[in-house]
């Protein structure tokens, strides 16, 4: 059966520290993978895409990896504050404009 | 960027009553609009997919005649749940894709938290 995991459901770290989230995935081929960042009683907020064809994408402190054989992608919050605290969603794109989200992890940044 | 607006944001009704959320996107057309549902500490869960002047496309499980989607204009989709029970308490959300080919990411509204006593 089709599945995509988040590794924890919460995941406490210190400020400063780096934060590294992950999904797995199995059953699943897609084209491309995205990271949405989701605060309590709001809508996901796209962060970043990764293609299939990509190992890695940066955006400022943030960094996706992506690997088709592990069927898993990393992503890296360095240098993490407090104001990162949020739940993270993991989704695979599925084609045709559909995603699957992931449960989503919980990150608190302690000061 | 891209603006999703989602209106209500909360709402609370009698059972046996419809509510009806709208999801508009603000400065972009969207030819494509995805409706979801989300339960406490739960991922999206993809209920349809509403296109732009046709029918839309429910997942597997989902009433369509339970939770009637329209999608009348290039920036507007409704979702209106009939006959309102306390189990389809839940938070909905929606996410719009640009008309005009992007980089694959959604936009998502706020969310409506919709509440049946």
């Known amino acids: 059966s089709q599945k995509i995991e988040q590794n924890s459901e919460a995941l406490n770290i210190q400020e400063g520290k780096t934060a590294t989230l992950t999904c797995n995935y199995t059953?699943?081929?897609?084209?491309?993978l995205q990271w949405y960042r989701q605060d309590p009683g709001r809508g996901p907020v796209f962060l970043l895409l990764?293609?299939?064809?990509?190992k890695e994408k940066r955006k400022e402190r943030l960094k996706v990896t992506f690997d088709t054989t592990l069927k898993q992608s990393l992503f890296h919050i360095t240098a993490s504050q407090p104001a990162d605290s949020a739940t993270y969603l993991c989704?695979?794109?599925?084609?045709?404009?559909?995603?699957?989200f992931g449960d989503g992890t919980t990150l608190t940044v302690k000061p | 960027g891209a603006v999703v607006s989602q209106h209500p944001s909360r709402v609370i009704c009698k059972s046996g009553t419809s509510v009806k959320i709208e999801c508009r996107s603000l400065d972009f057309q969207a030819t494509t609009m995805f409706w979801y549902r989300q339960f406490p500490k739960k991922s999206l869960m993809l209920m349809a997919t509403s296109n732009e002047g046709s029918k839309a496309t429910y997942e597997q499980g989902v009433e369509k005649d339970k939770f009637l989607i329209n999608h009348a204009s290039l920036t507007l989709s409704t979702l209106t749940v009939t006959s309102a029970h306390p189990e389809d308490s839940s938070f909905y959300i929606c996410?719009?894709?640009?008309?005009?080919?992007?980089?694959?990411?959604?936009?998502f509204g706020e969310g409506s938290r919709l509440t049946v006593l």
């Open positions: 996410s719009a894709r640009p008309r005009q080919a992007g980089t694959g990411e959604l936009f």
């Open positions: 990764i293609r299939e064809n990509e």
């Open positions: 989704a695979l794109a599925l084609g045709a404009g559909k995603s699957t």
């Open positions: 059953n699943y081929s897609p084209a491309y």
